[in-house]
């Protein structure tokens, strides 16, 4: 019988398939290693193959795809729904095969090995800005200990970058110099490298005409326009630009039944990486906006009767919509008044 969907569970060496006929009757249920997964669909007739949104998907998408079968890539907690019982490779390969056949399933678009490639300098830069931060507190920290201590910001840094450079000062002890010089030395390997990747960032930037448009929304700059880019593969998979903040988590949650309708707080669900970029940004318009309220009418009214950080998502879900229509409709940002003109 030719196999015509198949549900394949991924993990690091261990692949479980679960295959049906035309007339959903199972046809294959087996285990496969990693080196054995392409010759086993290099023997198959092109079929719909389900797999979950997760590590390594994107990859194997591409593999099977350049086989000829048409692959599926659904969110975890979607094909959860249909694990019957107690949750085992099997369970997950049968519960994938039926999840990726129902109509009002949701799917994730199959990112390019270049998208993935853009998307591991952002993930290395902000890597890399965490550990930076370890190392500034560390620092800290140990000074404060012996009794010196600075302003915050980075010329108290500086202040304490010096103190360590200076052998002659007498208030570090040899063996505190010693591990501390090793920390200074850290700080500057993580700020070369940042600056590295960052240079890497503004090259893709400017070779990508999709990134140069949405850098100029307010907000948005080249990290945010190119993590955007690079993140959303088919724009017009979102019905609307509601659709496109919600994915990213930036609406609130709902909690409604009976008709009456409850919001809370915003989601969460989504990428945290384009929230928070784009959050930040809005946090960076906001503070132009207390310098220049004229320019800002909107926002000046609305930080007049809400919070300040509720301002801040509101802001960054409308710079959302704002991206997803230069994704899916072409164009640049026009200012609301030149919009009106």
Known sequence: MQITTIGLDIAKNVFQVHGIDAAEKVVVRRQ?????????????????????????????????????????LMPAKDVKAYVKRNKNDAADAEAICEAVRRPTMRFVGVKSAAQQGRLMQHRTRDLLMRQRTQTINALRAHMAEIGIAAPQGREGLKELLAIIANDEDPRLPVDARASLIVLAAQLGALQTMIGSIEKRIM?????????????????????????????????????????????????????????????????????????????????AVLKRARQQPEKYPWLTQLLARKPYRLVAVA???????????????????????????
């Not at 007739?45 to 079968?69: D, F, K, Q």
Request: with cysteine.
């Open 32 to 72: 496969l290693r990693r080196k054995q997964l392409i010759a086993f669909f290099e023997g198959l007739a092109p079929c719909l193959v389900g797999m979950e949104a997760c590590a390594t998907s994107h990859h194997w998408a591409r593999e099977l795809t350049r086989l000829g079968h048409q692959v599926r």
């Open 203 to 283: 090259a893709q930037h400017r070779s990508d005409q999709e990134s140069q448009r949405l850098e100029t929304i307010p907000g948005i700059g080249v990290v945010g326009a190119t993590a955007i880019a690079a993140t959303v593969t088919d724009p017009k998979a979102f019905r609307s630009g509601r659709d496109f903040a919600a994915w990213i988590g930036l609406v609130p949650r709902q909690d409604s039944t009976g008709g009456k309708h409850k919001l809370g707080p915003i989601s969460k669900q989504g990428d945290r990486y384009l929230r928070r970029i784009l959050v930040v940004g809005a946090h």
């Open 315 to 341: 802001l960054a879900n409308k710079m959302a919509r704002i991206a997803w229509a230069l994704l899916a409709k072409g164009g640049t940002y026009r200012a609301p008044a030149l919009a009106a003109a």
